[in-house]
């Protein structure tokens, strides 16, 4: 008998253990440790097929690499998280390979709508813009409207009105143009099909200080029409930080992400039920989401770093204060 | 020692229920009781003075009571909370006293541009408008985005584009304009101010299938420029519906409820937390936001209702099928 009261107050201290890690209090969520800054960063999640030439897998790896040691720089000299992924979106954008400022897909009518969103985890301050088609970097825009502006979300023509006013040089649209991007709308428009649009970029990181942030920019979908926002610039949809819980930048099925606030979702998990960030992304991306929709990048205030996808692909890299550093397209 | 495994079984027990109680899955939630139809219903919070003339006080809870009456209708009648809540926000938007349709503020260069989106708990599916500025009923163009088209945000003229597709007559831009939000514009430019756009309506319902829906339809702010859009559109900010926890239409500052992701947040600690609407409500409209910041309307799985604000005056309206009718602007 008393070797069966000993099990039962085992099992008892076992049942006790599981709810304490279901605890409500975000206080109780475990204190930094871990990597003293790290980042990661995304330039989009689907379909790439693994015998792509190698010319091809080169200058994603080498756009990575670029835009990941651009954070890594800021980060390292103690630079701020949220100029780190700016910092490394920006660079992104500005790689024609990637869905993003130059680079960025065709609409149906043959033009470009960038969306693009950052978020400040010190203080949940953030800048979204969407449907905007003459500002280079739209990343930059995004955080002038979170900075400069009194809202956080500006769109289409006023967005630009906004763009010339706090001094950006407006280009042309087609400036966005490539052969590789107007070719998939050939393509799109043959199928008459919403063709993903491979390559939105995104980035997240902790800096020493502790403060998270989060950033994604995106030209949408090949062939999209009526002014379609997609999950980018909305807030606990595609992009979302807060030094509370974590920071997050997604890439996928943009419908898919906005209609189950991901970003927030997990989030919440986090925050509200003291979650690993790395259970939280998994339950949210496989289990409410589904197979093929996308994936995420993240980074608790502990640095710990998660890059999930459902996808075949998802294009990536990550860095941190312990030596990690790695860029990867698949498995 | 029998006795002190029996008790030891009995702490178990306790223990695991106490687990259970916070449990992540939303069928662990308690099941349906209360109401078995509900309704909420909101035309915007902010400020009003008690000594509106006897007309204009009138003119609100005349407006609110044949808004609350159409959404009854369609509940009792066995109809579905997304129909119900459509219905009132449509109404609500035809009454010139609402910042919805028309009666809607005027932009900066002496324009509508309109905002809304519809939610549908069942499978959380919805549609999103932003900037639509020739669509006399902002919702039911939302609602035609989430069931028509394969995306679920669209802005602008593209929206605009996407809705004589599908069959809806423009309106004339001027279609919109009454002498009052005129008026207030005037103001609003002598002060250079953003003069917050009172008004903004929405309903939650709760239908006799138990599923719960939620709209929200709004012109935004006064003398608002550069495309500003608000939390309105925003799923998870000023719009949320979700059978698994509850459907919330906000109203207020919209960029603060976008930065805390005033429904998604408050929806999270009801599936997650298993905590009350009403409590979840309170949190993050009182300790997250600031005083003053605006106000919530929500529903839960069992029919409880919650009409929450922290300015002055909230224009609303409650009904049930145990009997609950009633509109109000101040406590």
Chains 1, 2 share one sequence.
């Not at 080498?62 to 000299?77: I, Q, Y």
């Not at 010339?164 to 799109?188: C, H, I, M, Y």
């Not at 995104?202 to 403060?211: C, F, M, S, T, Y």
């Amino acid at each position: 008998m008393k070797l069966r009261s000993f099990s039962l107050l085992v099992a008892l201290s076992l049942v006790a253990v599981a709810c304490a890690r279901q605890d409500v209090n975000p206080k109780q969520t475990p204190p930094r440790s871990g990597a003293e800054w790290a980042i990661a960063i995304h330039g989009g999640a689907g379909s790439i097929p693994r015998d792509i030439p190698d010319e091809e897998r080169q200058a994603y790896v080498d756009g990575l690499t670029v835009a990941l040691d651009r954070g890594v720089e800021v980060l390292r000299s103690g630079g701020a998280a949220l100029d780190a992924v700016e910092r490394v979106v920006l660079t992104l954008e500005d790689d024609a390979h990637f869905n993003a400022g130059r680079g960025a897909v065709f609409t149906h009518e043959g033009r470009h709508e960038l969306d693009a969103a950052i978020m400040n985890g010190r203080d949940r301050s953030c800048g979204s813009v969407a449907g905007v088609t003459t500002v280079r970097h739209p990343i930059h825009l995004a955080r002038l409207v979170m900075e400069r502006s009194k809202h956080v979300f500006l769109a289409g023509p006023g967005a630009e009105a906004f763009a010339v006013e706090v001094g950006l040089e407006p280009v042309d649209n087609s400036f966005f143009d490539t052969e590789k991007r107007r070719r998939q709308l050939e393509k799109a428009l043959a199928e008459e099909a919403n063709e993903s649009g491979m390559g939105t970029v995104g980035a997240v990181a902790l800096d020493r200080e502790g403060h998270l942030a989060a950033a994604t920019s995106t030209g949408g979908l090949t062939n999209k029409r009526w002014g379609r926002i997609g999950d980018v610039p909305v807030i606990g949809a595609g992009t979302f930080a807060d030094d509370a819980s974590c920071a997050l930048s997604a890439t996928g099925q943009g419908e898919q992400f906005i209609r189950h606030t991901v970003t927030g979702s997990i989030a919440a998990r986090v925050e509200l039920l003291g979650m690993d960030l790395d259970q939280a992304a998994r339950k949210v991306l496989v289990d409410i989401l589904r197979p093929g929709d996308g994936g995420v990048i993240g980074v608790s205030r502990s640095g710990r770093l998660v890059l999930l996808y459902t996808t075949p692909a998802m294009l990536r890299g990550a860095a941190d204060a312990e030596g990690r550093h790695e860029v990867a397209i698949w498995d």
